[in-house]
């Protein structure tokens, strides 16, 4: 078993509701749920200490259970049960300037750690949107993820990988925070980029920048996350021109000692 996992600096949760940008962020969103959920259809367990990400699955038709992470004793282990549900997601931070999560709610999600690993090594799938300048908002994910902050509001593109997965950029919405592209800065290379800012990066973080990553098929032993993840594309490519060439150097060899 292993599970998805999909961080995005974009807070689709507030510009598809309070934000009015429901073109832009809700097909990233459900495309982004689609893809931790990996074809399940059990609920959804949500953490949102306001009402932004509840009502945005409440609006898309979403079956959840919400938790707010910032009442204490709320968010236990129990609750990351592979059983009851497919995936969990977080809300964006409140620093991306009216956003619902705060720090102290998110401390207690990545408290659970243990019980999200064990949720992500059953094939539950984890959600994290935009953590903008909360530097531990993605402690909750195992081998946690960088969360480098301020970003541009357009030059988002998607990645090859996107389209086959079917999570599409979204441009015009205030980004918050952009990644270090994996495999630099401690990011896990077991993160493959989906979407990058490809005009000017954020002063920190150079474009092309990464704003939206994926882990394909993953588990974690010992805080570090490991995939099973096909080859991409053009890794595909590669390894099928090399099978050719050994194929055709074995028939010449045969061939010639004949």
């Known amino acids: 078993m ?40 059990l609920p959804v367990l949500s953490f949102d200490s306001g009402s932004e990400l509840t009502s945005l699955l409440t609006t898309d038709g979403i079956s959840f259970t919400n938790i707010n992470p910032a009442t204490a004793g709320a968010v236990t282990a129990a609750l990351f049960d592979p059983t009851k549900y497919s995936a969990f997601v977080v809300a964006s931070d409140s620093t991306c300037g009216g956003c619902d999560n705060n720090p102290a ?14 949720f992500l090594n059953a094939g539950g799938g984890i959600f994290g949107l ?89 588990t974690t032993s010992g805080g570090v996350i490991v995939t099973s993840a096909m080859p991409e594309p053009s890794s595909w490519i590669m390894i099928l021109t090399g099978l050719a060439a050994l194929i055709i150097m074995r028939r010449r060899i045969f061939t010639h000692s004949r």
């Open 130 to 218: 935009a953590g903008a300048n909360s530097a531990n908002y993605y402690a909750f994910v195992p081998q946690t993820a960088s969360s480098v902050g301020g970003a541009p509001s357009i030059g988002y593109m998607q990645t090859a990988l996107a389209v086959t997965l079917g999570i599409p950029a979204v441009n015009g919405d205030p980004t918050h925070n952009l990644f270090f592209n994996p495999g630099t800065n401690g990011e896990s290379p077991a993160y493959q980029i989906v979407e990058i800012n490809q005009t000017t990066g954020n002063g920190v973080v150079p474009a092309p920048a990464a704003v939206t990553l994926a882990c394909v098929g993953c």
């Open 105 to 118: 709610g998110e401390a207690n999600i990545a408290a659970q750690l243990s019980a999200i690993e064990a």
């Open 2 to 41: 292993a599970g998805n996992i999909l961080l995005t600096g974009h807070d689709d949760d507030f510009h598809a509701t309070v934000g009015g940008d429901f073109v832009d962020a809700n097909p990233q969103f459900l495309a982004g749920l689609q893809f931790v959920r990996n074809g399940s259809s």
